[in-house]
Nanobody, 123 residues
Framework: QAQLVESGGGLVQAGGSLRLSCAASGRTFTTYTRAWFRQAPGKEREFVARLRRSDGSSDYADSVKGRFTISRDNAKNTVYLQMNSLKPEDTAVYYC????????????????WGQGTQVTVSS
């Protein structure tokens, strides 16, 4: 059974950094689009970053551009999200996701999801 498991969340002060990991098991996701989403209390889940399946290129939500970096290690079947210059508004549960057929920014395009990891940024 394919599974995604996030780790690396925690409590950090504004301006600090965290690196999230998303380890995959049960299936090789090398040819899948991999993405990170987040959901703050009372808000909808929103796109953060993705690595496209077609060419491996990445892009980011405007709110994190220049601060966050998505990367992958195919040998470890793992995707990372390096988060720098964190702000209180980055506080959310962060989810990794994988899509076999799509490479967009919409939640519905992703069929595999992790359980989420909490990131809390204090001011």
């Amino acid at each position: 059974q394919a599974q995604l498991v996030e780790s690396g969340g925690g409590l950090v002060q504004a301006g600090g950094s965290l690196r999230l990991s998303c380890a995959a098991s049960g299936r090789t996701f090398t040819t899948y689009t991999r993405a990170w989403f987040r959901q703050a209390p009372g808000k909808e889940r929103e796109f953060v970053a993705r690595l496209r399946r077609s060419d491996g290129s990445s892009d980011y939500a405007d709110s994190v551009k220049g601060r966050f970096t998505i990367s992958r290690d195919n040998a470890k079947n793992t995707v990372y999200l390096q988060m720098n210059s964190l702000k209180p508004e980055d506080t959310a549960v962060y989810y990794c996701a994988a899509s076999r057929f799509f490479q967009g920014r919409r939640v519905v395009e992703y069929e595999y999801w992790g359980q989420g990891t909490q990131v809390t940024v204090s001011s």
